[in-house]
Structure formats: structure tokens, C-alpha cells
């Protein structure tokens, strides 16, 4: 409660109401099989919601410990898995429900295994299965283990343990019948004592509920980072849970609640909607099928008041896509020669922007691939933005590798841009395509706007409709109107400048304000460094001026302009310029007034993609 | 395959590749238990996808037809909850794994209940559920219902029932035993000749993956847009599918595959991605369980290739914030009098906005709620904009509503905004705060940009920051660097102007050219009609010119230009200030630099616009 301790918050008040309204409810008795069970405080009551970015919201007792008892026997089979493998584990453990009570001796007819890992039998021989060299070695393995899952370390409770030792008669028995089987090969009673001591392992209900959250989280503890278990048997281990986790009382809960849990004879429930949240709740007092009266009731209703049940989410693929466009609705921040925007007004609906956004999986890349191959007119270029993506899994990646390698092949170019905090995007596609050329290509570009820049630039190129050089000053907006005579005395105030590539044409920060018409190449506008830090605000083709902000106000120049291969400008310093205030009045008014309907015009252009990236058109 | 069969798809190559690599499995034999099943064709084989867009992916036998058989279970125990509700329903049949076989003749020891309706004993007991006067109204209502699911009118397989019916002894046998203990309060046989017929409906895995889809969207079917059961059933309906739909490979499917599924002795399968998909798959060999092997096969493989376990998807609350920012970094699109520009400079980040989007449920809304009540300094302003939401649950539009009873308990304005294809918002929030002003209040504006610019100026207006009549022509940015002596000869040229409120001060394609500066109130600018069809673009208040743009260019107007209210303004006409060319040069140039350098200064403001709007600076 750091932060949402200070304000309201309608989450906190929720859990708060559900803690008074539940804390009267007397029913159910604490379990007494373990004879230092029944110690327990009966009214002892916590609630916790964890989020899956490490978030705890608790009520209650709920930094008080108690034993996590069966609740330990999911995270025990899930580091089982990761020893052994599943395959290993499926021939030493079912995973069907068995419709007995939890300590029922109940083995498989043919094989001898026990049903699932949830049940003592399947527990004891989970146990079993651990690697290590000796018994405290694999108490320490599973303690740490644990430790991971909690973001903590934990600690056994001694007296119940000891407790438990001294009674444990019935899963002693277990322990042998399992080395009958050979489910078990070492000495039966070493594993035993240590299934014991992993169920008198000591947690609060925030312990708890950090656990389900490192679940739902793919096995990464989202408040230390930490990952408990590997990412493929998350899924196994909340399965047995679902099926089996609440003892007879399974399918009624996956009913009622909808979320994989499990539950201990202490009192303890550990809830996980997966992707989402974690939850742990404490209440000794058991119901007669061996679950926490209260928590059973605060489970149900935080279901029921949150939508929690995983089988009803809202249907989700759709949101993949944040925003689509052409370049025909919004060209890249490179300031062109009239008659290439003219050119890319009537062509740019060729070069599409696909902004994609949040985790990308089979549900959310399917419609953008079925969008892609969909669009009408077969597109020129395509680029698929990845700047808010947060994740991207296998196959997500494997299907956009596919549908990139096959528009490459119907010569479409295709861009992967903002891929830097997705590593993984290109790992796979580098992977799945095996075409190294190939997949340097589709990641040339760090930027959208570059990738649009080269797209255009290669529509305009197939099109011999690029302005390569402009030495004609009347294809200037800043000519428009001249009379001829203007226009020599205009071309007369002129100075030609060369610039070897990486030059600086204007520098941030300077006075110097010059104006520059761009008569060949291309200069780029930065923000702070050239590279690195910087960032690259645009860019500027021939037939177009640069500088005219500082050129009208005097002011310093707020950013750098590179050239960006060879460039050569037309150069018309502010004096001469003045100057000409009293030498050719008229021709100073004219460009004055040209230079601000070029600033109109660029006004323009950034009013329609405001419009564009707002996406509100309603 | 409408659009995706004429070109390339990833999605479709990979079920062709499916299909082709398990087309050659022989492994199991068609069911004989019925004898008509034994005549169907053992290698028919289909496969299909369907979103929750309804999109149909299909490889295969894919149209051909087959009898339900058990997957009708599923969807009668949904039709049976629809008319008498889960309580009644729970009394009856109940919800727990049984363990035993589909046509075991078990029945719970206490009550007599069958244990769950998946099993024979439960789906008979189901179907004596359905409300209806006579058995052929009640085999209509099931028919209809399954339509709905299919998106198409269903059949009976009259071979297929007739054959069930003359060897169906034993599930006459269980429609007696279910008599005996009152589940059953009909003549029995007529109940079980209803079940006949309801397992005799043909269908093809098209269907299967559709009717999989619409259980996937929430009950709606996606093609048709036909609700075919209650939301709140849904989850009901899958979970009992996940915990005993797959016979006695439930917990096994639920490990390897991850989906709530239902299988058929006829050979079909289907399984339900919720919120995501539906997949049918048909082919006739059953393995010992009674399950298609190919359809295991098929589904085990999709599972895993497109990782669609449903207990290990990604982490997802964050995507819910599609941008936040403050008015001291995106200002309304009001144009403003400069100290009131600088004023919002300093103090509007105490307005914020959060773009919310993707479906709000709570753990989406979860995280909004934590950055909203965590925000360092108390918040004056908070909109919530719903523009890119696809939906809202009722959990989110509490939560929500509390949230913002509590600001505005904290004098903190709020305002949810582009919320029109959201009614279901207005409707919770209405409800749960039962306080028809404040609601009102919170919906007051359309769009985020009104709602906007209104905490703007009560920001301002409390600071006593407002200019609301600006007569004094020094704070005008077109009068900067004039002498008092061409101030004087500049207000000489003025008209003054009075514009009662929705008066046009400038009227969409007309010429005239005059530029008009603000001395009083506020005039907002229309694309297309002031009001209905068309769009504010923006406004602008005292000490801001308008009309610059055609000043500069003589072109026609682009916008509608009105009085928000009663608006004086100071007008320079074209041709007085061409006429000062001649009378005062030095006055006009330094007016068309003002301009200039107005419009620089609307440049700047949209370049920092575009950069927060698309929110990429790396």
C-alpha cells in the first residue's frame, strides 16, 4: 500500500468491504489433522491482489504467516518440470482429475502412478522427482524455489513441521507404496520428511499472492524480475491446478470463479487469472472438502464484481492496430519539391503504415496479416511499426516474417521499424526466414519516418518524378510572382555554397540567420546530436528553403541542419536582404509574403497529420 | 476463404500443412455403437478457424456434413441455463468431473444428481430442462438455438436419429433411473427421444468453429451479430466444457492443449479460445476415449505453434493507456493570448489527459486508476478519453465512476470524452453514482479537445490569468517592434467590428482577405458546418489574430470562422495594408514579419503536438 495508501482508491475500498463483510462469518472449523493446525488464530482473515506488474493491494492480516501446506504441491511439480521435462513427469504423475479426497491412496489400476500432482500420492512422488544429491540439498532447492515465486526468502515453520512428522503416518505409507511402484526409486521416508517440511513452509497471503501474480506473469516475478520457473511449464502447472486444485470441489470453483487456484488446509487460497493478476487469501476455518470457508466466498465475489472468470473476456484481437495510413494522408517530416508532393498525393495510398500495438500473439497478428493481404490495390511499401508493441511472442513473429518474405517477393518493401525493445522480433525472424540479406533488410530502418522517407523516395525514383537538382529558381515557392527582372535581381543576392556530406549547414544555437534554398541533395534537421542521442526532426529536398524561422525573427537556431550526402544551397544572407527593403521595396514585400505562405503551407501539412495521428475524426 | 484464398496467408499455409501432414494417420476406428456413424467415410477429414470477427479459415472436408452427437451437450446445458438459471440448473445436474465413462450410469450417491452434463446421465437431464409445452416445441427451441450458434438454419440427420433411436436402450435405461429420482419429472422416453434427435443434428466443422466463436465473442455470433445465449451463461457453458468436455482425457486435454473443448463420437471436435477463436475439426477415427485422433492431433499441434494455451498468454493490463500527457504539453487547439500561453506554460500539468483504449475490464482499468491516483501533484483536470476503447464491462465503468466522484470530491474537473459509441459507459456510470448532475457533468463534452480547452480556462479564469478584452494593441504579437508613432498609423487602419454570438465572421470559400484580431470573446473554427456534420478545428481568444493565412495568399477561406459568444475584433483589410506598401513600407514589413513569425509560432506548436501525438522520441 505505498502509494494507493495516500488517496482513494476504488480497488482498495473494494477489497476493504469484502474484509468487513466476511470477517462475522463464523463457519467451517480449523483443520486439525496436523495437530499444530489447529494453533491457528480461527478469525485471522487477509486479502491480496497482486498485478502482473508486481502491484500488492492487501486488507487485513495479511502479513501474518501461516504454512502453505498443498498449495506448495503446483510449485513443487512446476520445478519437477523443469528438472525432467513433461514427458518424464507424465510417466510418473497423471494429470486427470481422480474423484477422490486429497488423501485418498488412490494409484492408477495399470500403471501404478498417481492420478495427479495435487493429490498426496501425486505430491509425495513429485517430491520424489527433484534433483539433488541428497535430501537437504533438495530441501534447499525447493526453499529457494519458493523464495524466487515469492520475491523473499522463506523460511520453515519448525513446530509444524515436527508436528506434521510425528503424525504423517498415512503419506509414510504412501511413500512406500510409491517405491513399490517404483514411482519412487530412493529411500521412500527421506522424501516424505521433505514433503513435509515444503508443506510447513511459512508465507503470508501477500507471499501468496505475489506468487500468482509470477504465474500470470509467465514465470517472471514481476517485482524482482526474477524469472522462478521456465515459460513453457507455466502452462502446466496452472492446468493441474484448474482440474485439480481444490480438491473435490474443482468444478465448482473453475464454474464459480473461473481461475486456476489451489488450496491449503491452513487456510491459505492462491488464485491466478493468468496475464493479469495473483491472488492470496487467509482464513483457517475450512469447509468440510478441506477449503478456506472465507476464502472460497471472497474468491467468488471478487470473480463476480471484477468479471474475473477467464472463460468471458471481452474479445480482444482488434486492438492490435493503433493507427493505419498512407502516405497519401501523411508523407514523412521530409519537406519536398512541389511537384514530388504533388506526385506522392496522387501515388502515396501505395506506401501503407501499419502502428502496431500491445503483446502480439496468434489473436492480435491475425487480423493485420488478413489487413495487410487484404488492401486493395497491391501495395509498394509497407511498413510495420513496432514502436508500441510490448511484447511479441514465437509465432507472432513467425507469421509477420512469412507475410514480410512473400510481399518482398511480389516487390513490395517491407520495414520492421522501432524494434530496438524487441530483440526478439528479429531474433525470430532471422531465425525463421534463414536469409540473413534479407532480414537486414527489413530492419534498415530504426524510424518510421525513414522508412517512409526511402519509400517515397523509391516511388518518386520509378517514377522519374524525383527533383534531383533545382538550379531553376523559379521552381521556388519563394519565387512565386517574381517578374523576370525580380527574379535576376532575386538570383543576383544569391551565394552558391557546396557541403561535403556530414557538414553542418546551420548550427543549434547560433545567430547566423542565413536562409538556404537547397538546389541539390538533401540536409537533415536535428534535434540535440547529429546521432546518437539526437533526434532527427526532418528533412529538407531540393526546391525548398530552410531556416526561415531565425531568417523572420532574429532568434537563435533551435536546431542542427546536416547534409546529408553531397548538397549544394543558394544561399541569401539576412543583410542582403534587408538591404533590399530600400533598394527593390517590392520584391523584399514579395518574399516576405512568400516565405509566409511556405510557413502556411507546412502549417497545413502538420494540421492534416494532427489530424491523422489524433485518429479522431468524429 | 472470400479474401484470404487470392493471396498468400501464413495462417491458412499453416492448416494446409496441418492437414496434409495428418491426412495420411490411420490410427482409431469410426464408432459403430450407433450403426448409421459406421458408415461414414474414415479419412473424411476438415479443419477450420474462426475469429471472433468472423473470419472463416477452412481446409478439408470443411463443408461436409456430420452428426453432433456430444457437443450438443455443451450447448443444451447453455439453453437449459437460459431458461431456469445456474441455481436451478446446479440442483439438478452438477459440475464436478466424474471419472468415469461418457456412458456410465452414474448418478451422486446423496442426491441422485447426475455428476456432471457432459456425461450422458447429465445431458439427458439437461435436455428434460428446456422449457417447453411438447417434446416437438422443445426439439424446435434446440434447433433454433443451435442456428444461432451456426449462423444457419440446422437439421436432424434422420438416419443417424432413427438408428440412435432403435438401439439407444441404455439411455432409455438412464432416462428412467433419472425419472426414479425426480431429476426427471416428464414421461422419460419422450426426453430421450429428444437427446436422440438433438446428437443426430448435422453439421460441418465450419459450423463447429463458428459456433466456437460465438461461445468466444461473449454468445454473440460474429458473422450474424445474433446473441445465441446470455453473456453471463457463457462462462458456464466453458467451464464445464474445460473440466469434463473431452471424456476421460479432460485433464489431459486442459494440459496439452489449454482450451475449452467438446468432442463427438461422430469425429468432430471443437474447442473455444475465449475472446480469441473457435476451431472445428472433423475426421471419423476415434481413439480408446472415444476422441478424434486427428482432431487431437490437429488441436495439440494449433496449440502449440500458435501458443494459444489459454493459462499462459502475455502479460496485458499496460496496452489499456494509449497516451497521457498534460496541457502544459499539448495545449487545446484554442489559440491564445500569449500570457495566457505562458501562464498554461507553468501550471497545465495540472490538467491531464489519458487516452484510454482496448477493452476496459479490470485489469486493464487497474492500472489507469493507480497512474490517475498516483499523480505527484493534485490534479485540476482529468479527461478521460474513450475514443480508441472497443469496449467496457460493468467492473470498468464502476470503478471508473469512482474514480471520478472521488476527483470531483477533490475539486479536480473530470470529464469522460468521445464516449458515443460507448452508451453501455454513460448507462454504469448513471446507475452506480445515482446522481444525475454529476453525470451529466462527467459527459458534458463530446470530445477531449472541448473538454480541454474548459480546463484551460478554469485554470486560467482561477488565476485571474484570463484576457477577455484585449484593446490595447501592444499585446498583440502582430504590433512587436513598432514605434509608438506606427502603432498610432496601425490603429488608424483598424475598423473595430461587432459579432453577436453564431455570426460568421468568416464564411468556408469565399475571398474575402482581411485579417481580423480578437479584442473580445472567442470565435471557434468549423471544417464544414458549424454544427452536426462539421468539425471544430479550433478557436481562438483575445490577443490572437485570424485569418492570416488568406491574408498572405489571397486564396479562399479553407474554414468557417464564428462567434463563440459575443466577439469584437479589429479588422485590417486587404487592401489597406497593400496600401501601406507605398505610405508606410518600413510599417509593412515589419506587420508581414509578424505574421511570419505568428505562423512560425503555430508551426512550433503543431511540430510539439506531433511529436506528443506520436508519442515516439526514440
Redesign the interface.
Known sequence: MD??GS?????Q?FLEFLHAKYAPLREGEVATYIPELATADPEAFGICVA???G?VYEVGASRQEFTIQSISKPFVYGLALDDNGPEWMMAKV??????DAFNAISLHKVTGCPL?PMINTGAIATTGQIAADTPQQRLERILQMFSLYAGRRLRIDQDVYLSESRTGHRNRAIGHLLRNFDVLTDEPNATVDTYFQQCAIAVTCGDLALMGATL???GINPLTGVRAIR??H???V???M???GMY?????W??NV?M?AKSGVAGGVLAV?????GIGVYSPRLDTQGNSVRALKVCEELSR???????????????SR?LTYTSAQRTSSRTRHPAEREHLRASGHLIHVVEM???L???TT??I??DV??SAEKPRGMILDC??V??I???AA??LA??AR?LKSRKCDVYFT?T?RLPMLKAQVATHLADSDLCAELFRYH??DAALEQCEDLLLGEARAQHTSGKNLREFEITAGLTEEELAVFASLLTDRHYASGEVIIRLGTESTNLFLITKGVVGVWLGAVTGEG?R?GSFSVGTMVG??AF??GEKRSANVVAEGDVECAVLEIATFLAL?QSH??L??KI??N???S??T??RK??Q??TI??????
Not at 94 to 99: R, W
Not at 248 to 252: C, I, T
Not at 273 to 277: A, E, H, I, W
Not at 613 to 618: K, P
Open positions: 502509494n494507493a488517496r482513494f482508491s476504488p480497488i475500498a498485478t502482473t506488474d502491484f497423471g494429470v486427470e482429475p481422480s474423484g495427479n500470470a506473469n509467465q515459460e513453457d507455466v502452462e502446466n496452472l492446468s493441474v484448474a482440474s485439480c473435490d470441489f474443482s468444478g465448482g473453475i464454474y473461473g486456476p487469472l493468468p496475464g493479469q493478476l464484481a471484477w468479471e474475473l472468470h477467464q472463460f468471458n473476456p471481452p474479445y480482444c484481437p482488434q486492438n493503433r500495438q500491445s503483446n500473439a496468434f489473436s491475425e487480423p496479416i488478413r493481404i487484404g514502436h508500441h510490448t511484447s511472442n514465437r509465432v513467425r507469421l512469412d507475410l512473400d522501432h530496438s524510424s518510421t533526434r526532426m526561415e524561422m523572420l525573427d527593403q521595396p517590392t523584399h514585400t516576405l509574403r516565405i509566409g505562405i510557413l502556411a507546412k502549417l502538420l494540421n497529420d494532427v495521428l489524433s485518429a479522431q475524426r468524429d
